[in-house]
């Protein structure tokens, strides 16, 4: 029986737990005619036969109805508690997984609905990332290993937050201030929901009102992080700030040098060599010294130089 008119939500293989029954169905995409097709039944369990099939077919996609993404998520985070804790589990897989809930839950945030609980399961997020860190200095190399390469709002959100963070640890951030900094990159850019998608996925260059348009985003990310519940001071300034330049012409609010919070320093430093870093429709990715050589040379007034010496150091120290 074939899949083609009912809703579904993109899922990932690595996420699925061995051995486990699923309360839910699960499908993948044909390739030769992109029929979907069920993996899973409702109540299959996840086992070597089945992933025999999945070698044999070379399956690398698979999704979950719309409906039962919220349970997917719970089985994911479920299946984290299971391995965090596990030696015989590499950091690699752990990143993998952590990726996979990262994406999948900003992916929701900014294409469905927000609401208080997504929130929750990002802080949640950034804290097993803080604790995977913390307990394995190597665990920063498994984290950039899983790193996107293609650049999509919600992946860019997952990407700036690892190097956030892998950052933050190499420059001794206290626990707390690596949490919120890793936060900060998850959500930097969550104001684009409230930009218009066309404007968003443009791909000449903006209008003037489309560009004052795109301006107002990291101000709508922080009323959204209000009305979600969210009380953190610095988190809202690291947001707001992300854009802002040193020498006045960044947005919104046109600060200096000495007007911007050192850490919104560090998260524009993320976030644009994560721009520069990974493709998109209308450019090829940059390689890593190509993005640090334009961020030296040509932003050398704009983003601050120290900082970007030390995150080449930190990138350089056997991260790439």
Do not use: W
């Amino acid at each position: 029986m074939s899949y083609k008119k009912i809703k579904l939500s993109h899922a990932s293989l690595k996420t699925l737990d061995p051995y486990h029954k699923y309360n839910y169905p699960i499908y993948y995409k044909r390739d030769s005619d992109g029929i979907f097709k069920k993996l899973l039944d409702k109540g299959d369990t996840y086992n070597e036969k089945i992933q025999q099939y999945i070698k044999n077919k070379n399956i690398k996609h698979i999704f979950v109805l719309y409906e039962d993404h919220e349970e997917y998520q719970h089985d994911i985070e479920n299946y984290l508690k299971k391995i965090k804790d596990d030696s015989n589990v590499s950091n690699i897989k752990k990143s993998e997984i952590l990726h996979e809930l990262a994406s999948d839950l900003m992916y929701d945030m900014l294409d469905g609905e927000l609401n208080p609980k997504k929130i929750i399961q990002a802080n949640n997020v950034v804290n097993d990332k803080v604790d995977l860190l913390l307990s394995d200095h190597n665990a920063v190399k498994a984290m950039l290993k899983v790193t996107s390469h293609d650049y999509y709002t919600y992946t860019h959100s997952v990407n700036v937050s690892t190097y956030a963070l892998g950052f933050g640890s190499f420059l001794k951030l206290t626990d707390q201030q690596l949490r919120t900094l890793g936060m900060a990159g998850m959500m930097h850019d969550l104001g684009k929901k409230k930009i218009p998608s066309e404007i968003i996925n443009k791909k000449g260059k903006l209008s003037d009102d489309e560009f004052k348009t795109m301006r107002s985003h990291p101000t709508f990310g922080v009323d959204l992080l209000k009305e979600l519940g969210e009380t953190n001071n610095l988190l809202f300034d690291i947001v707001e700030q992300h854009h802002e330049k040193l020498d006045g012409t960044g947005y919104p609010h046109q600060r200096t040098a000495k007007d911007i919070h050192p850490f919104a320093k560090i998260m524009a430093v993320c976030d644009i060599f994560d721009a520069l870093t990974t493709k998109r429709s209308y450019k090829p990715a940059m390689k890593s010294y190509d993005a640090f050589s334009l961020m030296r040379h040509s932003m050398n007034n704009e983003i601050d130089q120290k900082i970007l010496e030390q995150f080449i150091k930190f990138m350089s120290k056997g991260s790439l």
